[in-house]
């Protein structure tokens, strides 16, 4: 996801493009990662017990952009949600 980049001055830079190529986190097709269901019904459990304890409330402001911490799983620098007990 890396590509050489040159600017007007003719100076050559590397670069992170996320739109470089496919990202296929669990692959496809019957040899498929055997963790993607469990991926799945962990999320599905995350969103269903926070919909059933909380209450999402618009954002005010701005929601600044896709920044992203990189990592062995990319995570985002600034997490925006506003929640009260329901």
Known sequence: ?????????GQTAVVFDAQAGPNLAFSTGPRQCFGKKQALLQIKTTV???LWEFQFEPVEGSLGGWEIQER???LP???YVKLSKA
């Open 77 to 79: 620098k600034h997490c």
């Open 72 to 74: 062995l799983v990319n």
């Open 48 to 50: 269903s017990l926070l």
């Open 1 to 9: 996801w890396l590509r050489t980049e040159t600017d007007a001055l």
